[in-house]
Nanobody
Framework: QLQLVESGGGLVQPGGSLTLSCTASTFSLKYYSIGWFRQAPGKEREGISSITTSGGSINYADSVKGRFTISKDNAKNTVYLQMNSLKSEDTAVYYC???????????????????WGQGTQVTVSA
């Protein structure tokens, strides 16, 4: 069964940093484009960053550009989201998701991704 697992969430003070990880134990991520999404209470799930199979194309939402960095380590079968200068508005459940095998998503939207992790909570608060 294909499964993605996120980890690394937690409570952090404003201005702090966290690194989220997304890993798969039953398949190789190197054939999949991966997106990071987040969903705050009462809000829709929004795409915040994506990386293609080779890592050659990376995208960020304006809300996180310059603060978040996505990377992919195919040897460790893991995609990371380094989050710096965190703000209270970054508080949300963070999800990683995979597009269809070999597919390059056209947009950083929920409908472009087919396999989702269970999510990890990030809370930014003093």
């Amino acid at each position: 069964q294909l499964q993605l697992v996120e980890s690394g969430g937690g409570l952090v003070q404003p201005g702090g940093s966290l690194t989220l990880s997304c890993t798969a134990s039953t398949f190789s991520l190197k054939y999949y484009s991966i997106g990071w999404f987040r969903q705050a209470p009462g809000k829709e799930r929004e795409g915040i960053s994506s990386i293609t199979t080779s890592g050659g194309s990376i995208n960020y939402a304006d809300s996180v550009k310059g603060r978040f960095t996505i990377s992919k380590d195919n040897a460790k079968n893991t995609v990371y989201l380094q989050m710096n200068s965190l703000k209270s508005e970054d508080t949300a459940v963070y999800y990683c998701a995979a597009a269809q095998k070999y597919k390059l998503p056209q947009r950083l939207t929920v409908d472009e991704y087919v396999l989702w992790g269970q999510g990890t909570q990030v809370t930014v608060s003093a």
